[in-house]
T-cell receptor, first 113, second 110 residues
Framework: DVKVTQSSRYLVKRTGEKVFLECVQD?????MFWYRQDPGLGLRLIYF???????EKGDIPEGYSVSREKKERFSLILESASTNQTSMYLC????????????FGDGTRLSIL | QKEVEQNSGPLSVPEGAIASLNCTYS??????FFWYRQYSGKSPELIMF??SNGDKEDGRFTAQLNKASQYVSLLIRDSQPSDSATYLC??????????WGAGTKLIIKP
């Protein structure tokens, strides 16, 4: 089975802090994704990566950056956290862009105070 | 018009009955279709995928795809209270981007 591991299940940070969310997958998947999910807004794609050191903006990249130095690890960075970034953050991976499903980690519920 | 549309629900179904969840999509060139189940506070879990027209069965779940009418359905037979969740439809468009529906909340009443 695919295993996608997110470093924290719950996280509380303060406004203005730099926040790192880590995601690791163990299935040698090329593609990795970061989403946020808010009530009534569904899943929204922040960034994705289809190869090491490659990244593409999703629908809502503002205020975020990403890093993919190794194939198995994809990090989401909140450069200066703000209260409107309080959300559930979900990492996913997939074997390939063409027709393959995404598999999710357990999610990180991030609160910015 | 949203690219992938689902009725938000909630859809209430008696235990033991068939639950029918529907999803329509706008891109006629879409190739791959997925159903995910998401329990409250949890992450989405893949339960079915379908690529070709027709039906695909897996246990109590059946996915139905009709490309001409641009809809995909999920049937859950012998519904159980543990099936109560939000069901997300996801479609890979012709540009290979995965588009998510907003989900249908399903409630199975004992």
């Amino acid at each position: 089975d695919v295993k996608v591991t997110q470093s924290s299940r719950y996280l509380v940070k303060r406004t203005g802090e730099k926040v790192f969310l880590e995601c690791v997958q163990d299935m040698d998947h090329e593609n990795m994704f970061w989403y946020r999910q808010d009530p009534g807004l569904g899943l929204r794609l922040i960034y994705f990566s289809y190869d090491v050191k490659m990244k593409e903006k999703g629908d809502i990249p503002e205020g975020y950056s990403v890093s993919r130095e190794k194939k198995e690890r994809f990090s989401l960075i909140l450069e200066s956290a703000s209260t409107n970034q309080t959300s559930m953050y979900l990492c996913a991976s997939s074997l390939g862009l063409r027709g393959q499903p995404q598999h999710f980690g357990d999610g990180t519920r991030l609160s910015i105070l | 018009q949203k690219e992938v549309e689902q009725n938000s629900g909630p859809l209430s179904v008696p235990e033991g009955a068939i639950a029918s969840l529907n999803c329509t999509y706008s891109d006629r060139g879409s190739q791959s279709f997925f159903w995910y189940r998401q329990y409250s506070g949890k992450s989405p879990e893949l339960i079915m995928f379908i690529y070709s027209n027709g039906d695909k069965e897996d246990g109590r779940f059946t996915a139905q795809l009709n490309k001409a009418s641009q809809y995909v359905s999920l049937l859950i037979r012998d519904s159980q209270p543990s099936d109560s969740a939000t069901y997300l439809c996801a479609v890979i468009h012709s540009n290979y981007q995965l588009i998510w529906g907003a989900g249908t909340k399903l409630i199975i009443k004992p």
